[in-house]
């Protein structure tokens, strides 16, 4: 004679066929979500669900309910992410991810319906960078879900999904540098040769003041940015890594320029801003965008951006023989080791780098500026 049972219950329906339910940990009575043919189906149904409880893995049934779009877009409110990037993922939500997913419940989206959607907007032609974007979006979306127990498993199942192919970007010799610095206007000269020589950012070069440019030391205090968002709004923050606040050594060969920027350019006082376009106003990058242009044009440079020249400097820097850690403090890098992210050069080794870089600018400009070296022989190097 059978036991009598512990765990849920199982009746039979006038149909024949069996239904069970059992007690959630919720205190909520919860049917199975399908009926059986037999009895003893339902019973193995329950015997698996209870052994679900007592391992602690029982996840709502209803909890993966909610609709993609909404909990992708909770997702984004509440991570604490910077305007540009909350920008960026409202866009890649909004255009790539609502139209198929936004409605769907995030416990009905499959893997199959995943590598359906990213082979759709491949075939109509959205950029690969892109859909990778929008595709590692949805991936930590749901990872979410997970961690809070909404669904059992990522649906995001694609090897390689998220990775960006971008072109190899080009790298300016030392002569380009000069040429477009020469050919800009010319408040914006020294801004040109420290993102050359320095790899500064742009939103870190329009946010210098005065009181950051030591040239007696030899160096420049990057403390903070400006970001420029899409609706024109423009806000001053912290670089974008912990690791961009930083101290970076100052090249001599170009100390005379910036002496000179701020001798005639520059806002008065500590904290005057550096760099001041026609107006008297912190520059914008798209109106600089066009000066840039026009320039590389006058200088007979084609095809370079103006963040490519962080690209230089990564590669001169390089070359100087200076270490990874050496390298991840001048540029303001930062990587999913941690510990990295703290470990700066020391104040002597990066005048040292600064004075190699110097070096290695001044032999370029007497030698016709030939292409520069690139480190250990394995190309160009990584664009920052």
């Not at 050496?326 to 703290?342: F, K, N």
């Amino acid at each position: 004679m059978a036991g009598k049972r512990v765990f849920g219950r199982v009746r039979k329906l006038p149909s024949g066929r069996y239904q069970a339910r059992y007690p959630g940990p919720d205190g909520v009575d919860r049917p199975a979500p399908r009926t059986f043919g037999t009895k003893r189906e339902a019973d193995d149904w329950l015997a698996e669900k209870q052994t679900e409880l007592r391992r602690g893995d029982w996840s709502d049934p209803d909890a993966g309910k909610a609709a993609f779009g909404d909990f992708a877009r909770a997702w984004i409110a509440e991570r604490g992410l910077s305007h540009r990037t909350v920008e960026l993922y409202e866009s890649l939500l909004r255009l790539h991810l609502a139209p198929t997913f936004g409605t769907v419940a995030v416990a009905d989206v499959t893997p199959a319906g995943v590598r359906a959607w990213r082979a759709a907007r491949l075939a109509e032609g959205v950029g690969p960078s892109t859909v990778a974007k929008a595709y590692a979006l949805m991936r930590a979306v749901f990872a979410t879900a997970v961690e809070d127990r909404l669904i059992r498993r990522n649906p995001c199942q694609i090897k390689g999904g998220s990775k960006e192919s971008t072109p190899e970007r080009p790298i300016a010799t030392v002569g380009e540098v000069f040429a477009v610095a020469d050919a800009v206007q010319e408040w914006y000269r020294a801004l040109v040769l420290l993102a050359a020589f320095l790899g500064l950012r742009w939103g870190e070069l329009v946010a210098l003041r005065r009181r950051d440019v030591d040239l007696d030391g030899g160096a420049v205090r990057v403390r903070q940015a400006v970001a420029e968002l899409r609706n024109g709004q423009r806000i001053h923050k912290q670089p974008k890594s912990d690791a961009g606040v930083r101290t970076v050594g100052l090249p001599e060969v170009i100390a005379a320029d910036l002496r000179r920027h701020l001798e005639r350019f520059a806002e008065p006082g500590p904290d005057g801003r550096v760099f001041v376009g026609a107006k008297g106003t912190t520059p914008r990058r798209n109106h600089f965008n066009r000066l840039w242009h026009a320039a590389c044009a006058r200088a007979g440079v084609s095809g370079l951006r103006f963040h490519d020249l962080r690209h230089t400097g990564n590669t001169l820097a390089a070359s100087t023989g200076a270490s990874t850690k050496e390298l991840m403090a001048r540029m303001g890098h930062s990587t999913a080791r941690a510990a990295l992210i703290y470990q700066h050069a020391t104040a002597e080794r990066e005048r040292l780098i600064a004075q190699s870089v110097s070096d290695l600018v001044t032999r370029a400009r007497t030698s016709g500026g030939r292409p520069l070296p690139a480190p250990d022989g394995h190309g160009t190097g990584t664009p920052g």
